[in-house]
């Protein structure tokens, strides 16, 4: 949730900050703010709404120096508004701030300062972090009697330090101080922060496409970890104060994957890579199906997959949906008792897990902190963990045992599309092994499936060309206040997830049901006013799914139906008819999905909803 850049080096900084806040517009805001070094005196802009509203600003009241930090907020603390936005000041206007995460105990905090006469400006969390540096640096002054310029930069960072100290909760600040202009500081615990190295330069931000236009070089912080930036070199320490050696990240993604490319949105966009994002998930991980490939990509042993005794998925929102797949696939194929839990839920509730559990955590960004903590949990228990993600040197991936990567490339749109798909296929690629290894599935099961695995990307390119056809669907939904999903056994987690990326963009309330459930309760909502939409695509339960879309039809529902191309039945039943070709029913979830994810979009844009940014929402949720 919510961005932040920093710059110090050589160049004009405003237009680098301003630039890496639209990079990182995706994560979800309310307003923004820069706060640029100058003649030994802080500047500040901020503004509410949009970032087009702070570059207005700023072309009015010119911003000029070569170090400043920048943030985009959404409402934690306070209202959004002015006084809350992002840059904070300290009492002497020397000392600004930003931050991501919540501060937890920052009534305590803010109480204490109010009482040795801070004065408070906003209604954040934040501002206390700037009060509290502020009586550190204060602290400092009075014990070393000298304001010598050569003391003043490790007073500053011994302040943040001491100031990160007694904070409690998730943080990733970036801090600038007037009497110390050679130096930018942050610190991160539970929030994404990632340092960007150049030559006589350096930059901090929430996410890496903040400054790839300047450097390919990266330095991902780990929590309790504390980066002083300069033109002559970074050094990093922990919050204890010592040294720590981090050896930079190549980031090897081109920055024109994080652009529009000619699409009116990048959810649009990142839907029609996702044939793209499949065959680079897949690629040279299908064979050897012998001879320890998923070793070799992961860490993870064959032997040690023979010793376990269960798997737990973890994860929240689409990721969630993903895992509940993962959980149908293992378990049919790889023959292990799985669960698949909410990873918010899973954390607070005991749960029995050890060294017999092999957890699995599915994460498209690696830092959502519900996530975090139930990986903490599990590894706290003796579980060890695989993780699944998109994003290289994320904290879900420096904190689990082992890694299994999707290759989607940078998801732009709040609303996940591409990497919910990567993320199905990599729990397609984990079943395959992990049934290998365990003697669930013969070698000549398992080609079969690999035949039919590298025919996915040309199912889903054949689920895109129904765009036409579901605007068109779309329509029949633009003036609804509520439909209803239907799907059963491996496309009941499509159906929620449908659901879902219709409440997200389109505001309209939608809930996915398993169609067997229809009759313990839903089906008393339906009648003309009630749209439905159903997965009915060939499987082993074909006829359980048509008889409960017929007990809907019968209720007077408007029917939109995803069938399988040739069904007649389906689309006698159906008011509206999505056809997809003939395919194996264990791979239908990701191509069903398809056609949902475009009828989401469709009814978004057709109702004026700002599709990539959705009110309310971030693109990583890294606080509770």
């Keep these: 949730m919510c961005g932040i850049i920093g710059y110090i080096g050589s160049r004009d900084a405003t237009p680098i900050l301003l630039e890496g806040l639209r990079r990182l517009e995706y994560r979800g805001?309310?307003?923004?703010?820069?706060?640029?070094?100058?003649?030994?005196?802080?500047?500040l802009r901020r503004s509410v709404g949009k970032l087009s509203s702070l570059t207005a600003r700023v072309a009015q009241e010119p911003l000029q120096g070569r170090m400043g930090?920048?943030?985009?907020r959404w409402a934690t603390h306070g209202r959004p508004c002015e006084e809350n936005a992002h840059p904070h000041t300290d009492?002497?206007?020397?000392?600004?701030?930003?931050?991501?995460?919540?501060?937890?105990?920052?009534?305590?905090?803010?109480?204490?300062?109010?009482?040795?006469?801070?004065?408070?400006?906003?209604?954040?969390?934040?501002?206390?972090?700037?009060?509290?540096?502020?009586?550190?640096?204060?602290?400092?002054?009075?014990?070393?009697?000298?304001?010598?310029?050569?003391?003043?930069?490790?007073?500053?960072?011994?302040?943040?330090?001491?100031?990160?100290?007694?904070?409690?909760?998730?943080?990733?600040?970036?801090?600038?101080?007037?009497?110390?202009?050679?130096?930018l500081i942050a610190a991160k615990t539970a929030s994404p922060l990632v340092v960007g190295l150049g030559e006589g330069e350096a930059f901090v931000a929430s996410d890496v496409p903040a400054f790839m236009d300047y450097t390919r070089r990266a330095v991902f912080l780990e929590d309790g970890e504390i980066a002083v930036l300069g033109t002559e070199g970074s050094r990093f320490f922990r919050v204890d104060g010592k040294r720590v050696e981090k050896q930079p990240t190549q980031i090897s993604w081109d920055r024109t994957m994080a652009e529009k490319t000619g699409y009116r949105h990048f959810m649009l966009k990142e839907i029609h890579e996702q044939p793209q994002s499949v065959e680079d998930t897949l690629g040279g991980r299908l064979f050897p199906l012998t001879g320890g490939l998923l070793e070799k990509e992961t860490g993870i042993t064959e032997k040690y997959l023979r010793s376990i005794s269960r798997v737990r998925i973890i994860a929240c929102g689409t990721a969630y949906h993903a895992g509940l797949i993962g959980r149908y696939l293992l378990e049919r194929h790889a023959r292990l008792p799985v669960e698949a839990e909410v990873a918010s839920e899973f954390r607070y509730r005991e749960p029995l897990i050890g060294p017999e559990t092999l957890v699995i955590a599915v994460s498209q960004s690696g830092e959502t902190a519900d996530t975090l903590a139930a990986v903490k949990l599990a590894k706290s228990a003796g579980a060890k963990v695989l993780a699944v993600c998109n994003v290289l040197g994320s904290a879900l991936t420096r904190a689990s045992d082992f890694n299994f990567y999707t290759r989607c490339g940078p998801e732009m749109g709040v609303a996940s599309t591409k990497a919910f798909i990567g993320q199905v296929t990599a729990l397609y690629l984990l079943t395959l092994h992990v049934a290998l290894a365990r003697g669930s599935m013969s070698e000549t099961e398992a080609r079969v499936w690999v035949d039919e695995l590298v025919k996915l990307p040309g199912f889903i390119r054949d689920a895109l060309k129904l765009d036409a056809r579901v605007q068109e669907a779309a329509r029949r939904l633009v003036k609804k206040d509520h439909v209803l999903f239907f799907g059963r056994d491996l496309n009941y987690p499509i159906a929620l997830e449908g659901a879902l990326k219709l409440k997200e963009i389109s505001y309209i309330h939608a809930e996915g049901y398993a169609a067997g459930e229809m009759k313990h309760g839903p089906i008393a909502l339906i009648d003309s006013d009630m749209p439905v939409v159903a997965i009915a695509t060939r499987s082993k339960i074909l006829d359980k799914i048509l008889s409960n879309i017929q007990e809907a039809k019968a209720r007077g529902a408007s029917l939109i139906v995803v069938h399988t191309e040739g069904d007649d039945r389906a689309r006698r039943l159906a008011d509206w008819s999505l056809p997809l070709p003939s395919m194996p029913e264990f791979l239908s979830p990701i191509a069903n999905a398809v056609p949902l994810q475009l009828l989401a979009y469709h009814v978004a844009d057709l109702r004026g909803c700002d599709v990539d940014q959705p009110r309310n929402l971030a693109k990583s949720v890294t606080v509770e």
Aim: net charge negative; hydrophobic share 45%; charged share 20%.
């Design 91 to 183: 009492c002497s206007q020397k000392l600004v701030v930003i931050h991501n995460g919540i501060v937890e105990n920052y009534l305590a905090l803010r109480t204490e300062l109010q009482e040795r006469k801070h004065e408070f400006r906003s209604e954040t969390d934040t501002e206390v972090v700037a009060h509290l540096i502020e009586e550190k640096l204060a602290a400092a002054a009075r014990g070393r009697g000298s304001s010598a310029p050569d003391l003043r930069e490790p007073a500053f960072f011994e302040a943040v330090r001491q100031a990160v100290s007694e904070m409690q909760g998730a943080y990733a600040l970036a801090v600038l101080w007037a009497e110390a202009p050679g130096c």
């Design 69 to 72: 930090i920048g943030h985009t």
């Design 29 to 43: 805001y309310d307003s923004a703010g820069v706060a640029v070094l100058n003649g030994g005196a802080i500047h």
